[in-house]
């Protein structure tokens, strides 16, 4: 989300927590590609997977991030605005077979907590 997208829907993203991997060394004007995978989500949170490859398509690092939707006007989080609700449609998601069995690098998985109460 850019500035004008920030003013606009008076909403930001926060993140809550990041686990990121160097795992090779990348070299200036290389040509990279990240992608990225929702791992999972609510109303307001998202966990995040994100993969940086080199020109030669070896990953060369990785980072698990939660984060979570902000309202600036009332300073506590919030559901994602339509908008932005729609571009996170458009990413990519986790198969649920495939979440049951990964782990993140260090051999932890964070994942978006469920509430028993309505939210």
Known sequence: ??????????????TLEAHIRYLQEAHEQQ????????????????HLWFEMENDHGDIIATSEQMVMGMDTTTGRPGPFPEEIEQSLS???KLDRA???TRKCAD??????RKSSRCS
């Open 98 to 100: 495939m979440a049951r």
């Open 31 to 46: 040509a990279l590609r990240t992608t990225v995978i929702i791992l999972d989500q609510d109303a307001k949170r998202l």
């Open 1 to 14: 989300m850019d500035a004008s997208g920030r003013e606009r829907h008076a909403y930001t993203i926060f």
């Open 90 to 92: 458009s990413l990519p």
């Open 107 to 112: 051999g932890h998985s964070e994942e978006i």
